[in-house]
């Protein structure tokens, strides 16, 4: 994600924590499950201040947050705009945001397993000590070699 990309994210979440702070919050640890379908709610309360791309792609960064998705528990009210109960959150959803922060554990933890590899220095290998036969071989096959070329 580009940083003009990453701004825009977050000036559109800023927006709506700003204009509905019983609902939203630029804090992570804060974040709790939103109603089904709050987007049409919002466009049609900002009336075109954020385009609906716009908002789709922060509303997708705000709810794949791992707080949020820790707060989706089966029964856990979802909030709309005022901060209000507005339904609970289903064992579905559940258990989809705990497949979602499985697959965002993995993600870092795999990340870490990479940067730990590459920081560490490549363990050479010690040399295989050749044999005496094996260097008899070698030489036998250098020779024969030159033999070839200079036909």
């Known amino acids: 994600m580009s940083q003009s990309h990453n701004q825009a994210v977050a000036a559109v979440i800023a927006l709506l924590a700003e204009l509905y702070p019983k609902c939203f919050s ?9 109603k089904l379908k709050i987007h049409l709610d919002i466009q049609a309360a900002l009336d075109g201040a954020v385009t609906p791309a716009e908002l ?6 705000y709810c794949s947050n791992p707080v949020y998705q820790s ?3 089966k029964g856990a009210w979802r909030l709309d705009l005022d901060g209000k109960p507005a339904g609970v959150v289903t064992a579905d ?4 945001a705990k497949a979602t922060l499985a697959g965002i554990r993995a993600k870092r933890e795999a990340r870490t397993a990479a940067a730990k ?11 295989k000590r050749l044999s005496f036969a094996d260097l008899k071989a070698a030489a036998l096959a250098r020779k ?3 033999h070839l070329h200079n036909n």
């Open 93 to 96: 959803e559940e258990a989809h």
């Open 26 to 34: 630029v804090y992570e640890g804060r974040r709790r499950p939103l």
């Open 144 to 146: 024969t070699g030159l």
């Open 56 to 61: 789709h792609r922060a509303l997708g960064i």
């Open 117 to 127: 590899a590459a920081a560490q220095p490549a363990i050479q290998q010690p040399a």
């Open 71 to 73: 707060h989706t528990r």
